[in-house]
């Protein structure tokens, strides 16, 4: 296993925070930086505080994952990356290509939630 998953997965995830940000800042253009702005809004489109109520979840979604594989750069540069914390055993390579972040191998992940 090496850095390829974890750096790939921080492009990714990288590319979709600055997407968020820049439609946050579009967001903020519309309603004229103003806090209290009326929400007004096509009624088959989603109003203004639900629009800014979305990003501000996938922004934090974003950062979470990053700071998730932060954590998973950290235990590579360890000599631990793909070592379930439960029990010791190699996380198969199909859920590190999934989730390179992950902490556990599939029974422990299931038996975790």
């Known amino acids: 296993m090496d850095a390829h998953l974890l750096?790939?997965?921080r492009r990714a995830v990288t590319a979709r925070l600055a997407s968020i940000e820049t439609n946050v800042a579009a967001l903020l253009a519309a309603r004229?930086?103003?806090?209290?702005a009326d929400d007004e809004h096509d009624?088959?489109?989603?109003?203004a505080s639900g629009?800014?109520?979305r990003l501000a979840g996938l922004r934090v979604e974003a950062v979470a994952e990053l700071a998730a594989l932060d954590e998973?750069?950290?235990?590579l540069d360890a000599g631990v990356y793909?070592?379930?914390v439960d029990c010791g055993a190699a996380i198969p390579l199909a859920r590190l290509e999934a989730l390179p972040a992950a902490t556990r191998c599939?029974?422990?992940?299931a038996r975790h939630r």
């Not at 998973?72 to 235990?75: G, L, N, T, Y």
């Not at 599939?106 to 992940?109: F, P, T, W």
């Open 7 to 9: 750096a790939a997965r």
């Open 32 to 36: 004229g930086d103003t806090a209290g």
């Open 43 to 47: 009624p088959e489109g989603a109003t």
């Open 51 to 53: 629009e800014w109520s």
């Open 72 to 75: 998973a750069q950290a235990r």
């Open 82 to 84: 793909g070592v379930c």
């Open 106 to 109: 599939v029974s422990c992940a």
